[in-house]
């Protein structure tokens, strides 16, 4: 069946070359979910710009197969800070490998608009985490962190938990293994991710969580990062 799309709000996810002058734009979109385009002669088009990652765009596409043509594009560059960039790829990853392909999620796709449009801050630790958090509970990955994943109580600030993947924190005795104190359970509720040990506990609770629901898949952007940390 014939698909025909048009003034659709998009950002590009990722681009490859495609044969001499073509690329493929692999896009979230507000109505569509991700969906990959083939953009006939893009690489020779006067305005570039459009094709970059970080462009907030209006995009329409018509095809029959998965591979639907772009048929139109307009673009806005956004004033994204050149020291997000590496954070920002690691994002567009995250969406591509973890968001069900031509599924829309409106809530997914303003919540990376949102973090476009304040890239000219420095994105650190309490921007990725908050993102990573958002997207997780919205695909459904994530339990509720609130109570006690065992007796259903709330987190006690002067108790003791470790966290057990897909069920969320169960109370533990204070020197077991990864045990973290029910306050930076909570202060993490309250994104409170100034404190180091919040920034610790939920680096490791959403790396899991995120390792666990890419079922194998890697993340190019991890290994940048690891081999820049190396570097210092």
């Known amino acids: 069946m014939q698909t025909r799309v048009a003034d659709q709000p998009a950002y590009i996810l990722r681009r490859r070359e495609w044969r001499d002058t ?92 949102t973090l476009l449009e304040r890239a000219q801050a420095p994105i650190g630790a309490r921007e990725l985490r908050s993102f990573e958090l958002g997207l997780v509970r919205e695909l459904g990955y994530f339990p509720d962190i609130s109570r006690d994943a065992g007796s259903g109580a709330r987190i006690d600030s002067a108790a003791s938990y470790r966290y057990e993947l897909g069920a969320g924190f169960v109370a533990c005795e204070a020197a077991a293994a990864d045990a973290v104190s029910g306050q930076t359970v909570l202060d993490w509720l309250d994104e409170r991710y100034d404190q180091t040990s919040v920034r610790r506990l939920a680096k490791a609770v959403l790396r899991a969580t995120i390792d666990c629901n890419l079922h194998g898949k890697t993340l190019k952007s991890r290994e940048v990062y690891a081999q820049i940390a190396r570097r210092k």
């Open 22 to 113: 073509s690329l493929i734009l692999d896009l979230l979109t507000r109505e569509h979910g991700c969906v990959s385009l083939l953009a006939k002669g893009a690489r020779r088009a006067r305005r570039q710009a459009r094709y970059e990652p970080f462009v907030a765009l209006s995009v329409g596409w018509s095809g029959r197969t998965d591979l639907k043509t772009l048929t139109g594009i307009e673009g806005e560059t956004l004033a994204v800070d050149a020291s997000n960039f590496l954070p920002l790829l690691y994002i567009n990853e995250l969406i591509s490998a973890l968001l069900p392909w031509h599924e829309a999620n409106a809530a997914i796709f303003d919540a990376y608009g």
